[in-house]
């Protein structure tokens, strides 16, 4: 533990930060976290190990700029999570653009009026990077997504947004504390929350047969664990700076449909048509112009390309190392099941 003082944790209530608040209240830390509703809504923050003693629970919205000012009074450190993560919205200058970046300028705003402030960690995005693979190229921190537009990739451009703001306040203002960003790929394990996120919605989307077929497609995962310690790591080590981007492996969608089919989830609908080919590919190419917009442009610019990341950075800077993308995976199919949104396999 590196300090008595309060650390905040902005957005609790999410699938990311509630992990954030469960590490830091195990290892000893005073915990702030900021909510949109009363603490009586968050049980499952409220009961965690450690939560009766050290957790307080304030209310602010990245749409009131002036909410973030008492939750960060005394802290020591801001955790920045909360930021829209949905996809096909259908105002994204409101619904994503506005939150994400109105949000963070008042969050740097309240920081620079806090003394005690030391450090600022923010939770970025792999869409900050790119928001399209480039078959010949390795991601990294160097790279700012340049392409994405209120109409292509508006959950991207939220995210490229708002990390820029954040960094340009440092520039301009030379505030008393620092910056660093996690920028972590599809964040994926088991939940606190007991509602679904975007990224295990994906998966699940999968398990149930959303998908005409297997796509020749792939992502970077990253257990969500390992992505609230990189927080605390990013927070705790004080030679940290700059980016980080956060990916533990890549998975093609045929493994991902293997690895499932192989560990349990055989019965459930998994995608079985071969569309990895290029005729496949001609073929979905044409079908995303008939699925919701977002949706559309992700495949069109996704498929048939591999995107790939090099994060050695945040493994030597940080000294983390990252469980495997597959028991990732398979904990967040299991964990979907035990909360009912995944109906249990009909299989004794
Ligand atoms: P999440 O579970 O949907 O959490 C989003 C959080 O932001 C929630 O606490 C939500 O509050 C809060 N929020 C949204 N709009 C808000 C507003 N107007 N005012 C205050 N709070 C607001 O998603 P997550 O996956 O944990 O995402 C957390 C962060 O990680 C986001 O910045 C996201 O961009 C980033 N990220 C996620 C992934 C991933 O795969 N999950 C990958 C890379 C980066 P409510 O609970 O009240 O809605």
């Keep these: 533990m590196i300090t008595e003082k309060p650390v905040c944790v902005t957005g609790a209530s999410g699938f990311i930060a509630s992990h954030i608040v469960s590490q830091l209240l195990a290892e000893g830390y005073r915990v702030r976290g900021t909510v949109r509703r009363s603490p009586e809504h968050y049980p499952y923050l409220l009961q965690l190990p450690g939560a009766r003693?050290?957790?307080?629970?304030?209310?602010?919205?990245?749409?009131?700029?002036?909410?973030?000012?008492?939750?960060?009074?005394?802290?020591?450190?801001?955790?920045?999570?909360?930021?829209?993560?949905?996809?096909?919205?259908?105002?994204?200058?409101?619904?994503?653009?506005?939150?994400?970046?109105?949000?963070?300028?008042?969050?740097?705003?309240?920081?620079?009026?806090?003394?005690?402030?030391?450090?600022?960690?923010?939770?970025?995005?792999?869409?900050?990077i790119t928001d399209e693979p480039d078959s010949t190229k390795v991601f990294t921190e160097r790279d700012w997504n340049t392409r994405s537009s209120l109409q292509r990739h508006p959950y991207h451009y939220s995210k490229t947004l708002a990390e820029r703001a954040?960094?340009?306040?440092?520039?301009?203002?030379?505030?008393?504390?620092?910056?660093?960003?996690?920028?972590?790929?599809?964040?994926?394990?088991?939940?606190?929350?007991?509602?679904?996120?975007?990224?295990?919605?994906?998966?699940?989307?999968?398990?149930?047969?959303?998908?005409?077929?297997?796509?020749?497609?792939?992502?970077?995962?990253?257990?969500?664990?390992?992505?609230?310690?990189?927080?605390?790591l990013a927070m705790e080590k004080e030679e940290a700076g700059g980016r980080y981007l956060c990916s533990a492996g890549l998975m093609h969608m045929r493994e991902l449909v293997e690895l499932l089919r192989l560990s349990g989830y055989a019965d459930y609908p998994l995608p079985k048509r071969d569309l990895t080919g290029r005729l496949g590919t001609s073929l979905m190419t044409a079908l995303s112009w008939t699925l919701p917009r977002d949706t559309g442009t992700y495949?069109?610019?996704?498929?048939?390309?591999?995107?790939?990341y090099g994060c050695s950075k945040i493994k030597q800077e940080l000294g983390i190392s990252f469980m495997p993308v597959m028991e990732s995976i398979l904990e967040a199919a299991d964990d979907m099941v035990r909360k009912g949104h995944l109906a249990p396999s009909k299989k004794p």
């Design 166 to 232: 954040a960094w340009d306040y440092i520039g301009q203002n030379k505030p008393h504390f620092d910056l660093v960003s996690i920028n972590p790929a599809m964040v994926t394990g088991p939940s606190i929350v007991p509602t679904i996120n975007t990224t295990n919605a994906m998966i699940r989307d999968i398990i149930t047969g959303v998908y005409p077929g297997i796509l020749d497609i792939n992502w970077g995962f990253v257990d969500v664990r390992d992505t609230a310690r990189a927080h605390i």
């Design 299 to 308: 495949i069109r610019t996704h498929i048939g390309r591999s995107i790939r």
């Design 53 to 128: 003693e050290r957790l307080e629970l304030v209310e602010a919205d990245l749409l009131r700029s002036e909410s973030f000012l008492p939750a960060f009074r005394e802290c020591a450190c801001v955790i920045h999570t909360a930021s829209p993560y949905v996809i096909n919205v259908r105002d994204p200058e409101n619904d994503l653009v506005k939150p994400a970046l109105e949000g963070t300028a008042a969050v740097m705003e309240a920081a620079g009026k806090t003394a005690t402030l030391r450090r600022i960690v923010l939770t970025s995005s792999v869409a900050a």
